[in-house]
């Protein structure tokens, strides 16, 4: 048996190259020196912050396009987000691609099913041409190209949703769902189209960025749930409409959701460990007022837009 060295590398298997380490920052105004390939122009996406050393530099091919990924360090101790302010309580799904537990709903951008036709004709026109031909090389960058503008278009709507949640509250609570079991199902492809786990992920590191509170909750049960006195309230996917009726407390199916969401996530956080926050309503949080019932606190007006229906 051989060794499996020296490895094989066949055409288009590997798209980056990894500098791992610089005597000196690489970087000099809009243009980056690499060993072996000298000075190479740029378009910096932002500065480097003073204090700050360049680690390693990977360069990236997506379709035709190469990036350099800048990895920076600063012996600094940057201390999680503790818990406080408003929080909400986000359910994602595919009729809405999220509500909040304060009734702000947003629409399903679709950027797969946009671009769908179009990639279609091209990757008919990519399965007529001979292979590892020049016409054959020139329509599969066509084609690379669409799914690289699919990712960018849905990347950037999850760094701006998360934005926007940031905005409205002070503490973002979701579920702790495996997005990977969903996506094998018949709407798997609507599933991969959303990127909610890209979601959740986005959504976490730009809380901390902002100084945010994020946590997970348990999945289990969220929609059989009511969010006012906690009881049981059976429905299929069909009923778009929570009705308790212990309580007789009446709203939107994933808006209830998005509420039970946020009572799960307060609960967490008022467990012992957590800053010594001991009440598990909503309104027992610092900079939280007047609610409406026991455990729904009032929504943030003007902070989110509502899409419309």
Request: proline share 5%; glycine share 8%; aromatic share 8%.
């Amino acid at each position: 048996m051989g060794h499996g060295f020296p490895r094989f590398k066949k055409f288009g298997q590997f798209k980056s190259l990894l500098f791992p380490q610089f005597k000196q920052s690489p970087v000099a105004g809009n243009h980056i020196t690499l060993p072996k390939l000298g000075l190479i122009p740029i378009n910096l996406h932002r500065p480097i912050p003073s204090g700050f050393v360049v680690k390693q530099v990977r360069v990236i091919n997506k379709a035709d396009r190469w990036y350099a990924s800048i990895n920076i360090q600063c012996d600094v101790n940057v201390p999680n987000p503790m818990p406080h302010g408003h929080p909400i309580g986000v359910d994602v799904g595919l009729e809405k691609f999220l509500a909040t537990s304060d009734g702000i709903f947003v629409k399903p951008p679709k950027f797969f099913k946009v671009m769908q036709s179009k990639l279609k004709l091209l990757q008919r026109r990519l399965s007529r041409k001979k292979k590892r031909s020049k016409n054959y090389e020139k329509q599969r960058l066509l084609v690379a190209r669409v799914h690289h503008r699919i990712d960018n278009t849905r990347k950037d709507f999850h760094f701006k949703q998360a934005h926007v949640l940031c905005d409205a509250g002070d503490m973002v609570f979701m579920e702790d769902l495996d997005y990977r079991t969903q996506a094998i199902g018949m709407l798997g492809k609507q599933m991969l189209d959303a990127g909610f786990g890209q979601f959740r992920t986005i959504t976490k590191y730009v809380c901390w960025k902002r100084g945010k509170f994020f946590a997970e909750v348990s999945a289990r049960g969220t929609s059989q749930e009511c969010p006012d006195c906690g009881a049981e309230v059976k429905k299929d996917l069909s009923v778009r409409v929570h009705n308790c009726s212990s309580c007789g407390y009446r709203t939107n199916r994933d808006v209830a959701s998005g509420q039970v969401i946020r009572n799960r996530g307060i609960a967490l956080i008022s467990t012992a460990g957590h800053v010594g926050i001991e009440s598990a309503c909503a309104d027992g949080l610092p900079g939280i007022g007047e609610t409406q019932s026991r455990q729904v606190s009032k929504p943030r007006k003007g902070k989110t837009k509502k899409s419309r229906k």
